[in-house]
């Protein structure tokens, strides 16, 4: 079946721009989960979600980044005022519950100029 | 704060060798998690370990478990160009409040196998 798709694959936006990264996970999970990646590190956890409420939000790094999942599917990460810093693979995951292995979509490249 | 160390970082093999990536982590855990990544790519899922002394094998990838000394080893037997890529353990725990969903990762070893 479909795995986790992730859109766009890359964007590029200058600095203090805002950006929406778009996760559509596996039909019939219920829990996702957001994950940055910057380069040469592992995954670094962002926010997760059971159902369409967010179960743990506590590696948000600031209050320019924002996630939600209105209908308990699809989820879109939010990032205001862009840094350089922001610059990173965007990953989102999902999984049948939240204790059950996580699948990884493609990821979001981003570059903040 | 949960802390998941991996060695080595970089590992160089022969075609045929056998060697071993380690992963230790900080406090009590209750799951464990190898994936594999190739450059470029997102993760793949190897395996999961849910108990002390568990085993899981797969071809060539041998994975286990010593929650007493928070240690899980990635065997890797008669290696071959194939599974040249970047390998990360993670660990979650609902310990301390936390969730299940956060996974905390090492970071990572770049396997290169050469013919």
């Known amino acids: 079946g479909a795995g986790v798709s992730q859109t766009p694959s890359n964007k590029v936006t200058e600095k203090g721009k805002y950006v929406e990264l778009r996760c559509d996970p596996i039909?019939?999970?219920?829990?996702l989960y957001w994950y940055r990646q910057s380069l040469g590190q592992g995954p670094e956890f962002l926010i997760y979600?059971?159902?369409?409420?967010?179960?743990?939000d506590s590696g948000l790094p600031n209050d320019r980044f924002f996630a939600v999942r209105p209908e308990g599917s699809v989820s879109t990460l939010k990032i205001q005022r862009t840094e350089r810093g922001d610059s990173a693979v965007y990953l989102c995951?999902?999984?049948?519950?939240?204790?059950?292995?996580?699948?990884f979509g493609p990821g979001t490249r981003l570059l903040v100029l | 704060e949960l802390k998941v160390e991996q060695n080595p970082l970089f590992l160089s093999m022969q075609e045929g060798k056998n060697y071993t990536i380690y992963c230790n982590y900080s406090t009590t855990s209750d799951r464990l998690y190898w994936y594999r990544q190739d450059p470029g790519k997102s993760l793949e899922s190897l395996f999961v370990l849910l108990s002390n002394g568990a085993v899981k094998q797969e071809g060539r990838l041998m994975a286990s478990l010593d929650t007493k000394a928070r240690l899980s080893t990635l065997h890797i037997t008669a290696a071959v160009h194939d599974l040249s890529a970047t390998y990360f353990c993670a660990v979650t725990t609902n310990a301390g409040g936390t969730s299940y969903g956060k996974l905390t990762f090492g970071q990572g070893t770049i396997l290169t196998v050469h013919p």
């Open positions: 995951a999902s999984s049948f519950s939240g204790q059950e292995t996580q699948y």
């Open positions: 039909s019939g999970h219920t829990a």
């Open positions: 979600f059971q159902g369409t409420g967010a179960a743990d």
